[in-house]
């Protein structure tokens, strides 16, 4: 999958998501993720078709919300997605949240979306280590991606290493912290010495940690800035500097407690 790639949430199913997807294709990105519950699916595709970029070079993400977990309604909720989208497979579909009772028959039916060949890849998101653990006792198809938060003041050091030995690609949703990192000095001071903003050094820092990223953009010239970020590399030093940022501190909720 692309290490990059757009986030598109909190996006209005208007002007604002075509305008960002189209932004993002003209400036190069491969990959877009949203999900029902955005409620811009319909926007996206929209701008996906009129880009003109092929449909195969397009890596297409969403996410089954909470309310349709379980098997029927997965495998309907899928139908809806591909519906608005106005596509007929998507490269990854996710189980959005872990909820407690639903999340095993819902996973069945993405291993059957999977199995049917009617999905390129199926995940989780917001799973902690003993959700994963939990869902491998009956899973036949291990989990492919966990898109988790992730940025310098939430670390996950633990489900890092726990997602690298199981071979589960880790998605950061959230990279710039919502933005609320951009004025740390740290990053800063790395950003004057290559002449990148803080947001493009956490998103080098994702993708030399192997970390997938999705940083969201409404605004064309940091959707194209925001990908501007192969051309430079973090020493060790850097990346343990930005490390060091963490405060195992959320700005969404813990998948342990989340009412939703
Ligand atoms: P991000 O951490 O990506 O931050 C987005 C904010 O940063 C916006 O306010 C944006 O402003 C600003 N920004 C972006 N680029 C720059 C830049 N270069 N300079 C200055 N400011 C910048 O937030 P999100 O929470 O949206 O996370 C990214 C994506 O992750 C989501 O869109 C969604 O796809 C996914 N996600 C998944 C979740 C899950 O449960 N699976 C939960 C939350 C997010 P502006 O738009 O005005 O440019």
Redo the contacts with the bound molecule.
């Keep these: 999958m692309p290490q990059f790639g757009l986030?598109?949430?909190?996006m209005s199913n208007d002007d604002e998501v075509t305008t960002a997807v189209k932004a993002a294709l003209d400036a190069g990105y491969t990959a877009i993720?949203?999900?029902a519950i955005y409620k811009n699916e319909e926007g996206a595709g929209q701008a996906i078709k009129d880009s003109g970029v092929r449909r195969e070079d397009i890596f297409l993400t969403s996410?089954v919300w909470n309310d349709d977990q379980g098997y029927e309604s997965t495998l309907k909720a899928y139908e809806a997605s591909l519906e608005r989208l106005g596509v007929n497979y998507l490269d990854l579909y996710?189980i959005?949240?872990p909820g407690v009772n639903k999340y095993k028959d819902t996973w069945r039916a993405l291993e059957k979306l999977y199995n049917d060949g009617r999905v390129r890849a199926i995940g989780v998101?917001?799973f902690h280590i003993h959700h994963l653990e939990e869902l491998k006792k009956d899973a036949t198809i291990k989990p492919m991606v966990n898109?988790v938060?992730f940025?310098p003041l939430l670390v996950q050091e633990d489900l890092r290493a726990y997602c690298r030995k199981q071979d589960i690609q880790m998605e950061a949703?959230?990279?710039?912290?919502?933005?609320q990192l951009?004025d740390n000095p740290t990053l800063k001071e790395i950003g004057d010495k290559y002449g990148k903003?803080p947001?493009?050094v956490i998103i080098r820092w994702d993708l030399q940690h192997g970390v997938v990223t999705?940083?969201?953009?409404?605004?064309p010239k940091?959707i194209a800035?925001?990908k501007d970020v192969f051309d430079f590399e973090l020493t060790e030093e850097e990346i343990k500097a930005i490390d060091s940022l963490n405060k195992n501190e959320r700005?969404?909720s813990d998948p342990d407690d989340f009412k939703f």
């Design positions: 986030g598109v949430w909190k993720d949203t999900a996410k996710l959005h949240w998101s917001n898109q938060e940025h949703w959230s990279p710039l912290a919502q933005g951009l903003s947001a493009q999705i940083p969201k953009s409404s605004t940091r800035q925001n700005m969404g």
